[in-house]
């Protein structure tokens, strides 16, 4: 049991991220597959404008969720200026948008993938990149 508490302390902010990021994947799907049904008729392969504005509801959503729940949760941010922070936060962010929408045309548009093939590869690729800059850039611990 000892060993069990040590390894979950030694990786709780990787294992908390999967958590809350998982929890920002589901807030950001329904956003997404909501808006495809609501306002698309749900096309199992949407086109361009479509795949653009399913992009940025999804990122937007996400985005709303994924700040205030990794400052507090996983990297646990102490820091008093927290609207340089949330910028950092939504730069970085907008970085993977762009990462997100050119994975989302190339497979969904130009290749005819499924949507929900394609929100999935896009979303593992996504998560990764998300995880990796808010560690480095957005909320690094100052030594």
Same mark, same amino acid.
């Given at each position: 049991?000892?060993?069990? #508490?040590?390894? /979950?302390? %030694? =990786?709780?902010?990787?294992?908390? =991220?999967?958590?809350?990021g998982?929890?920002?994947? $589901? ?12 306002c698309?008729?749900?096309? +199992?392969?949407?086109? *361009? #404008?479509? &795949?653009? /504005? ?8 996400? /985005?709303?969720?994924? =700040?205030? @729940?990794?400052?507090? *949760?996983? *990297?646990? +941010?102490?820091?008093? #200026? ?7 936060? /939504?730069?970085?962010?907008? +970085? ?6 050119? $994975?989302?045309? $190339?497979?969904? @548009?130009? $290749?005819?993938? &499924?949507? =929900?093939?394609?929100?999935f ?5 996504? *998560?990764?990149? &998300?995880?990796?800059?808010? %560690? ?8």
């Open positions: 049991m000892k060993k069990l #508490r040590t390894l /979950v302390e %030694k =990786y709780r902010e990787p294992l908390v =991220y999967l958590l809350v998982g929890l920002t994947t $589901l807030v950001a799907a329904l956003a997404r597959f909501g808006v495809n049904l609501l698309f008729g749900a096309p +199992s392969v949407p086109s *361009f #404008r479509q &795949n653009t /504005v399913l992009s940025l509801v999804d990122w937007t959503a996400g /985005v709303a969720f994924a =700040y205030p @729940t990794n400052r507090r *949760f996983v *990297f646990r +941010s102490k820091n008093p #200026r927290i609207l340089t922070e949330a910028a950092g936060f /939504v730069g970085s962010r907008l +970085s993977t948008l762009g990462l997100d929408w050119a $994975l989302t045309q $190339l497979m969904g @548009t130009v $290749l005819g993938l &499924n949507v =929900y093939v394609v929100w590869v896009k979303t593992a690729v996504v *998560f990764a990149a &998300n995880y990796f800059l808010s %560690k480095l850039f957005v909320f690094r611990k100052k030594s």
